[in-house]
């Protein structure tokens, strides 16, 4: 069982930053890779980013790439999304979630799911 708690999320304006922080529950976060999504308003969730479970592996959405970058600290059992260059349609809840396996950019291949924070982003 792993619980996930994410933080960090907020009001910035266009152009600005923000970084998200995800601390997982349990003894074995190395064997999970973990990734974000997103949810707008009126929307499907959708894949941001993922990592592999000793980090070697990233994934992106192309959609954030070259702005978003994820990252873990597995001593400390917590994954982070560093957000540059943010934009209005960037505005949702940003959820992590953890699935014991490779990446993926599929919601339903992750088993475990924290409950969201907030960014919003004013243009």
């Known amino acids: 069982q792993v619980q996930l708690a994410e933080s960090g999320g907020g009001l910035v304006q266009a152009g600005g930053s923000l970084r998200l922080a995800c601390a997982a529950s349990?003894?074995?976060?190395?064997?999970?890779?973990m990734g974000w999504f997103r949810q707008a308003p009126g929307k499907e969730r959708e894949f941001v980013a993922a990592?592999?479970?000793?980090?070697?592996?990233?994934y992106y959405a192309d959609s954030v790439k070259g702005r978003f970058t994820i990252s873990r600290d597995n001593a400390k059992n917590t994954v982070y999304l560093q957000m540059n260059s943010l934009k209005p349609e960037d505005t949702a809840v940003y959820s992590c979630?953890?699935?014991?396996?490779?990446?993926?950019?599929?919601?339903?291949?992750?088993?475990?799911w924290g409950q969201g924070t907030q960014v919003t982003v004013s243009s």
């Open positions: 349990g003894r074995t976060f190395s064997s999970y890779t």
């Open positions: 979630a953890a699935r014991y396996g490779a990446g993926s950019s599929e919601t339903y291949d992750y088993k475990y």
């Open positions: 990592i592999s479970g000793s980090g070697g592996t990233l």
